[in-house]
């Protein structure tokens, strides 16, 4: 199969492809794509649109869909590997980080890069880039409707959410984010107010203190470590003065799956859809 050097083209003659072939041709011209997807996000986004079928092999961190799990999947996206991506003969390799992007290319390799998510509008635009690049425009188009829809109704069932503070876990060290960040963007499209924000001023990332967390006493806690570091609702009562936290007094303490946390792909939904079943459960004021 012929290979690409860049997007553009690789969506240019699949589009030709498309208008110029029969539905024989059209279906083959999308079938013999060959991706190597080393970016987890993107391995999300691209079962999701029906590309599945296309992947030939996955990075170690893959892990969801389960179908992610039956391709190969023991190529690091933190530390790629040219030799072995390339014996892979892809036409399509996904990747977050671009250090082999002009290896690959070298090798007539198309590479895509779909770096983390800075806002809503950037997850739809890499799902739709993906679509076209992979001859799935309609499912990315209605992918991203429906989340659209779906995130919209998560955050219109909360409405007492405005106003109450809310405490984002990223480790047991007390990192947390900022409403600057992606993570931090799903609070503030409820209202909420995020204790980090004041924390350590130009600092997105800031590593909080048990006293600080205690004193701002969240209305609810969500932690994203329970993979990570084994935490979860139980281990966050027993810390020094939880017990007196508003989250804690009334199971505001939300466990996370850690990589629906991190990941800014379809299951966003299921993030924002956790935020807003939390938020129905803190009493009224």
Known sequence: MKRFTSIAALTAFMLTAAACGD?????????????????PTATEMLFAIGAGPQIIAV???????????????????????????????????????????????ALGITVWIGSAAASFDD???QIEQLG??????????????KMQTDIAAAV???PQAKGLKVYHELDNT?????????????YAQFGMVNIADEAQPGNDYPQLNAE???QQNPDLVFLADTKCCGESPETAATRPGW???AAVQNEGVIGLDDDIASRWGPRLVDFITAVSDAVAKVPAA
Do not use: R
Request: avoid cysteine; glycine fraction near 2%.
């Open 243 to 245: 017990d007196a936290l």
């Open 174 to 186: 007390f990192y947390s984010v900022t409403s600057n960040t992606f993570i931090g963007q799903v």
């Open 23 to 39: 539905d024989s041709t059209t279906s083959s011209s999308s079938n013999d794509l060959k991706i190597v997807s080393l970016s």
């Open 156 to 158: 219109a069932a909360a």
């Open 132 to 145: 076209a690049a992979t001859e799935h425009v309609g499912e990315a188009a209605e992918l991203v409707s």
């Open 123 to 125: 997850v739809y635009t």
């Open 212 to 214: 600080y967390i205690v």
């Open 59 to 105: 990075d170690d961190q893959s892990n969801y869909p389960a179908e992610a799990l039956d391709k190969p999947h023991d190529l690091s996206g933190f530390e790629p590997n040219v030799e072995a991506i390339a014996a892979l003969k892809p036409d399509l390799v996904i990747m977050q980080d671009p250090t082999i992007q002009e290896q690959l290319e």
